[in-house]
């Protein structure tokens, strides 16, 4: 800097400067990296958004949304989601052609079912390599894998795609077999070359679930639904009660007041914005962003936290492309998701890793400020469990 004209004391301040801004500044090639990993993220995901779907949710337990959220974003960008299946799913989620067209679907894997171990999947997957299962009796028999995972898969509605079996007509055949097949009937079946089944089961229709069963079901055992949205359900009676869709609400003029709610996805409270509660709630037409002021987090802190849907009633603050609801009252309506099953019970839907009030500690202190002397004690909450409850994680970010 001196041999380019600049005085030593000149030169000295900058250096200084630069020395200051090097003990918490981010260096180039970080801002580079991040760069060209936005850059191909967007890239694929715009161009080959069925490629960047399965690779999201074969990388889970990761990111800021939860599988169910980035099925559903897949799904409005035209990309065909197909159930598990115990003939065709792997372990891992897949792409499979669409026929007559260049595009390809997304079968979900059996990862994805809750509570079966990846030893038993493998088994399955093997068993099946020559010839498809034809029954719940055949699958049990060549597979080898015990009665309870076979149970996961009934409850995942996963013998439904193939053998066209109802969780509830897969789960009655299941409960006519055993650990392991009998020896007299292993060897019949050998012999036949084809399954013979130790007991003749008489056919029995079975009242099967309704719609809205069959959603909480969903959640229950994979995370996620295919069928519709939960909230479709009660749009009918939202509506009488002048609830409007978040859409409505993202797209209504700036300061106009309206109720509008939604399953909630993501609460953070970031450390640098002192106190201020950011929540994302979603519906069957997309999402709202809501922000909650410290003094009403205090007085409905119980509805912050435990509600699986939350009604919000507030003013609408738009500034450009960037609109919120801005919360006036929250009330927790998770009650009315019981209605889903014919109030079998209580719906809470799993929220995503992006929840910190689920997932991380809310409220951390902004790491660019002073670590304060004496430990403060982290807001905590533990929603009452329920049998019959279905638990969607909200994804927690601080």
């Known amino acids: 800097m001196i041999r380019n004209g600049y005085s030593p004391e000149f030169a000295k301040r900058t250096f200084g400067q630069l020395e200051g801004f090097g003990s918490y500044g981010f260096p180039e090639s970080h801002a580079a990296s991040f760069a060209l990993i936005a850059y191909a993220s967007n890239y694929v995901k715009c161009h080959f958004p069925d490629v960047f779907c399965v690779a999201l949710l074969n990388s889970q337990p990761m990111g800021f949304y939860a599988p169910a959220q980035i099925v559903s974003d897949a799904r409005k960008h035209s990309v065909e989601v197909r159930p598990v299946c115990i003939n065709r799913s792997r372990w891992d989620c897949t792409l499979e052609e669409v026929e007559d067209t260049t595009r390809h679907a997304v079968r979900l894997g059996m990862r994805l079912v809750r509570g079966l171990a990846m030893a038993d ?39 439904l795609p193939s053998l066209r079996l109802e969780r509830r007509d897969a789960l009655w055949a299941i409960k006519a077999l055993r650990d392991e097949p009998l020896p007299l009937f292993t060897a019949a079946a050998e012999r036949e070359a084809r399954a013979i089944a130790e007991q003749q089961e008489p056919d029995v229709e079975l009242r099967q679930m309704t719609d809205g069963h069959n959603v909480i079901e969903d959640y229950s055992h994979i995370g996620l639904t295919l069928r519709e949205h939960p909230l479709r359900f009660l749009r009918a009676d939202l509506s009488k009660r002048r609830v409007v869709t978040c859409a409505e609400a993202m797209t209504a003029r700036d300061g106009q007041w309206l109720m509008a709610t939604g399953l909630v996805l993501v609460r953070q409270r970031p450390g640098s914005a002192k106190g ?71 719906f809470r839907p799993p929220t995503g890793r992006g929840d910190e009030f689920a997932h991380g500690s809310p409220g951390s202190p902004d790491s660019r400020e002073k670590t304060p002397r004496a430990v403060r004690a982290r807001d905590m909450f533990v929603p009452d469990l329920h049998i019959d409850t279905l638990k969607i994680k909200s994804r927690n970010f601080h």
């Open 121 to 159: 999947a493998a088994r399955i997957i093997a068993a099946r390599a020559d010839e498809p299962f034809a029954s719940v009796d055949d699958m049990w028999r060549r597979s080898g894998v015990p009665v309870g995972s076979l149970v996961e898969l009934a409850e995942a509605d996963a013998f």
């Open 276 to 346: 201020v509660m950011f929540i994302t709630i979603e519906d069957e037409t997309g999402i709202a962003n809501v922000v909650v002021w410290p003094k009403l987090f205090e007085r409905s802190r119980r509805v912050v936290l435990g509600a699986s849907m939350m009604g919000i009633n507030g003013r609408i603050q738009r500034e450009g492309e960037v609109v919120h609801l801005v919360a006036q009252q929250l009330f927790d309506l998770s009650a009315d998701l019981s209605g889903l099953a014919g109030h079998d019970g209580e």
